[in-house]
């Protein structure tokens, strides 16, 4: 229920962190101003006692979002691929949330893999294993098929998590509806659009069917990526929620020693990864959306091996094309076409001065192309373009947001190879080299070509469409209604509206 009760799920937010001395930790990650401090003070410490106590073992950040539950522990597992952006320490505490929190019981996941394939489990497996890895959703045991006797991954949702994940969520409807209530100014953001795409991306990784279709998918559109591997989907041993695929020997990405130790060069692996992000971005528009290190291994012959499907992003063509011309124009430096681009996509209200925003977008690419290689950051980029956005009125893109914060992700990911990566000079040639099919001459009869194919769908329909179009053209305005008419249709909208109102009422009071 996404009523006022939520409110109180947000109170204990804020206690919890105070409680777990996260509070202080996270204001100074984010380098809080003095006025936010002494409101987030303010509303935290009379409600203090009612925090969550969370693990006096785990680190503070880490013992307050564990506590908290699982959207905020997703939050912290973003948070912990941007040391750029909370700091080293407090990256490093929550490097733990990514695929070493606390278990729950075997026994537990073996009754829930016997209830959703229909079969015993020593039926199916010579040898089933403790947790090997548990993340805020799932976790996943090695075992063994007695069919073929192959090494496999089994991916096990925790018991009681659609529940537990549907509490977060609702709570953060309620957020983003006082937002939008006590702050006009944050409407342009749609912040309730936001939060119903993130329940979406969410109700999606609770449903590991839907996982290992997308698993599916996206091996077949990445099997020819040199360096690049994906562990195959066993679908005879794998349902709603129970997941199985092929086993994957590799190091971790968060362990740069251990990479070092296999000899594999961590500065074209940074590089590799981002490329890989790029490409499947954008010649595909079908991407991993949760490129964490905790969802990324090493082989040992230095391929790269992607992890969990569960949250997958899609852009379609037209919002590809898009995206790409806006980076192809920041690394050209041609502001003025990546001005163009947002009022041609209507990202910007076309009232607005077109060179005035050019020039807004020169503030925010210049002083970020004459860093240096280790201090340019995407995430920095997306910042001052979000400003310069906001005073023009652009509204929040959800179709982008996945995308722009999973290129965030990589990025983190990516730097923690290799701090002196110049991310430009690695996105370069793919972006490129999209805008050279997508954009040129070739794409100009592919869409050609795409568009005749349509046409012929409706061939036999066209001269009824055309006709029909033309009739209701040339048809002058109808009537008006008569009078009683219209006080039924009166009616009926004020019934409408009052109803809709009671429900309302009820629904914040529920």
Same mark, same amino acid.
């Given at each position: 229920m996404r009523g006022i009760h939520n409110i109180w799920r947000l109170i204990r937010t804020g206690a919890t962190l105070e409680r777990t001395g996260a509070m202080n930790f996270v204001l100074d990650a984010f380098e809080a101003p003095k006025a936010v401090r002494v409101v987030a003070k303010a509303l935290a410490i009379p409600f203090k006692p009612l925090g969550y106590k969370g693990d006096p073992n785990l680190k503070p950040a880490t013992r307050a979002l564990t506590a908290l539950g699982p959207a905020y522990i997703k939050f912290g597992q973003i948070l912990?691929?941007? /040391?750029?952006v909370v700091g080293d320490e407090m990256a490093l505490?929550? #490097?733990?949330?990514?695929? *070493?929190?606390?278990?729950f019981d075997t026994k537990?996941?073996?009754?829930?893999?016997?209830?959703?394939?229909?079969?015993?489990?020593?039926?199916?497996?010579?040898? =089933?294993?403790?947790?090997?890895?548990?993340?805020?959703?799932? *976790? $996943?045991?090695?075992?063994?098929?007695?069919?073929?006797?192959?090494?496999?991954? $089994?991916?096990?949702?925790? /018991?009681?998590?659609?529940?537990?994940? *549907?509490k977060d969520v609702d709570a953060f @409807?309620?957020?983003?509806?006082? $937002?939008?209530?006590?702050?006009?100014?944050?409407?342009?953001?749609?912040?309730?659009? &936001?939060?119903?795409? =993130?329940?979406?991306?969410v109700q999606g990784e609770l449903d590991l069917r839907l996982e290992s279709s997308a698993a599916s998918e996206y091996a077949a559109n990445t099997k020819d990526d040199a360096g690049f591997e994906l562990p195959e989907i066993k679908w005879d041993y794998s349902a709603r929620r129970v997941m199985t695929l092929g086993w994957a020997e590799g190091v971790s990405l968060g362990d740069n020693d251990a990479i070092d130790a296999i000899g594999v060069d961590r500065v074209e692996l940074s590089e590799r990864i981002l490329a890989l992000f790029l490409q499947h971005a954008l010649r595909d528009g079908f991407f991993h959306g949760d490129m964490h290190q905790g969802n990324l291994k090493v082989a040992e012959n230095g391929n790269l091996i992607a992890l969990d499907f569960g949250i997958m992003g899609h852009i379609d063509e037209y919002t590809r094309r898009v995206y790409a011309e806006i980076l192809y124009g920041f690394i050209r430096k041609d502001y003025k076409r990546v001005a163009e681009v947002h009022f041609e996509a209507g990202y910007v209200p076309a009232d607005k001065d077109v060179d005035e925003f050019a020039r807004a977008?020169?503030? &925010?690419?210049? /002083?970020?192309?004459?860093?240096?290689?280790?201090?340019?950051?995407?995430?920095?980029?997306?910042? @001052?373009?979000?400003?310069?956005?906001?005073?023009?009125g652009m509204e929040t893109r959800t179709e982008l947001i996945l995308l722009q914060r999973t290129m965030v992700v990589v990025e983190g990911v990516a730097r923690s190879l290799n701090p002196q990566m110049n991310i430009w000079q690695v996105a370069a040639p793919i972006v490129t080299n999209y805008i050279t099919k997508?954009?040129?001459?070739?794409?100009? =009869?592919?869409?050609?070509?795409?568009?005749?194919?349509?046409?012929?769908? =409706?061939?036999? #329909?066209?001269?009824?469409l055309v006709e029909a179009a033309l009739i209701r053209q040339s048809d002058t305005l109808p009537p008006s209604p008569k009078p009683f008419k219209r006080y039924i249709v009166l009616a009926a909208v004020l019934g409408a509206g009052a109803a809709t109102g009671i429900i309302a009422i009820f629904g914040a009071l529920g």
């Open positions: 912990s691929t941007r /040391p750029d505490q929550l #490097r733990v949330l990514q695929d *070493q929190l606390p278990p537990a996941a073996k009754a829930e893999v016997e209830k959703e394939l229909g079969r015993s489990i020593n039926s199916m497996f010579s040898e =089933f294993s403790e947790p090997v890895a548990a993340a805020s959703i799932a *976790q $996943v045991h090695k075992a063994r098929l007695i069919s073929t006797g192959e090494d496999v991954a $089994v991916k096990v949702l925790r /018991p009681g998590i659609e529940k537990a994940f *549907q @409807y309620l957020a983003a509806r006082m $937002v939008e209530l006590f702050s006009p100014g944050s409407r342009r953001l749609r912040p309730m659009d &936001v939060i119903e795409h =993130f329940d979406g991306v977008l020169r503030a &925010v690419g210049e /002083p970020i192309f004459g860093m240096d290689a280790d201090h340019i950051s995407m995430a920095r980029l997306l910042a @001052y373009l979000f400003e310069v956005t906001e005073r023009f997508s954009i040129g001459p070739k794409a100009i =009869f592919s869409d050609l070509a795409k568009t005749a194919r349509v046409l012929s769908r =409706f061939g036999p #329909r066209l001269p009824a």
